[in-house]
């Protein structure tokens, strides 16, 4: 399902032609369908374009696009028969969303690739001039995104820190002269910066 009210869109937009890489916590697979790389997504919590044993039995995962569709069209009262509900082709026990939610979030190699291109980024690229983009990150999970960009735009004088967040735009005061900070929705902020032709 496309929830994506342009937003994704925009932001591919602007960055499709730069030296770019996402790190996200969103799991909702909506970068990928903007046009987003995959090879420069890195989906820390998980993505519901993925299945994973429910136990888990393996480090696996597996796209469920094929299995999704026809248990859309089967469902009934939100409810699908029993014989769709998708089975783990090793141990044969249902299958669930690759969602970090508890301990049973299954990092598999795909996981962990994805991880070491995002590191690899980052350490290829230190003390250049490079832009830290923060969209939308609150305080649930800080030490993912918001405290990292913290730290490696202090390390880093020619780096700079945006963050555009409704209510929540900051920055520490050690960073401030690095920053801009933007208080308000990111869709009608990247709306204006493409309508202005703003040049990342």
């Given at each position: ?9 925009r ?15 969103n ?8 046009g ?13 374009g ?20 026809p248990?859309?069209?089967m ?13 783990c ?64 735009t ?30 308000g ?5 990247l ?10």
């Amino acid at each position: 399902m496309d929830v994506d009210n342009g937003t994704y869109r925009r932001l591919y937009e602007l960055v499709k032609d730069k030296d770019y890489f996402i790190i996200t916590t969103n799991v909702d697979h909506q970068f990928q369908k903007a046009g987003f790389d995959k090879k420069r997504l890195f989906y820390t919590q998980g993505d519901y374009g993925l299945f994973q044993c429910g136990e888990p039995c393996c480090q696996e995962t597996w796209d469920n696009e094929e299995i999704i569709i026809p248990m859309l069209d089967m469902q009934d009262d939100m409810k699908i028969p029993t014989e769709f509900i998708p089975k783990c082709p090793h141990c044969g026990k249902p299958m669930t969303m690759n969602l970090r939610a508890d301990d049973k979030f299954v990092q598999d190699t795909s996981w962990y690739k994805a991880a070491e291109r995002y590191e690899n980024f980052l350490r290829t690229r230190k003390n250049q001039h490079i832009l830290f983009m923060e969209l939308g990150v609150g305080y649930n999970t800080p030490v993912i995104i918001k405290y990292p960009f913290w730290q490696m735009t202090s390390e880093n004088p020619d780096a700079v820190y945006v963050c555009v967040n409704y209510g929540e735009a900051f920055c520490p005061e050690q960073i401030a002269r690095q920053s801009v900070c933007i208080n308000g929705n990111i869709s009608e902020v990247l709306k204006n910066m493409k309508e202005t032709e703003y040049r990342l």
